[in-house]
Nanobody
Framework: EVQLAESGGGLVQAGGSLRLSCVASGFTFDDYAIGWFRQAAGKEREGVSSISNNDGSTYYKDSVKGRFTISSDHAKATVFLQMNNLKPEDTGVYYC???????????????????WGQGTQVTVSS
């Protein structure tokens, strides 16, 4: 069974950092893309960052470029999202998702992802 499990969310002050983890199981990790999405209260789910585990290419939402870094530990089938210099607008529930994907990472919409984790709350206070 395909499973994704997020962790690492919490409450931080603006300017602080968090590292989110997404542990994957039940599929061939290197043949999939893993994306991080977030959903703020009253807003649509949006793509934050994603990585193609086939070639290592990445995508970042413009507003997080230079602040967030996505990476994969293939041995542990885990994707991390290091979030630095957090801002209140980064607040939301963060989800990881997986889809079979080969090649350069593109900004894939949520509907293209087949498997989802349960989410982890990130709250950034001002």
């Amino acid at each position: 069974e395909v499973q994704l499990a997020e962790s690492g969310g919490g409450l931080v002050q603006a300017g602080g950092s968090l590292r989110l983890s997404c542990v994957a199981s039940g599929f061939t990790f290197d043949d999939y893309a893993i994306g991080w999405f977030r959903q703020a209260a009253g807003k649509e789910r949006e793509g934050v960052s994603s990585i193609s585990n086939n070639d290592g290419s990445t995508y970042y939402k413009d507003s997080v470029k230079g602040r967030f870094t996505i990476s994969s530990d293939h041995a542990k089938a885990t994707v991390f999202l290091q979030m630095n210099n957090l801002k209140p607008e980064d607040t939301g529930v963060y989800y990881c998702a997986a889809v079979y994907y080969i090649g350069r990472m593109l900004d894939l919409p949520p509907r293209e992802y087949e498997h989802w984790g349960q989410g982890t709350q990130v709250t950034v206070s001002s």
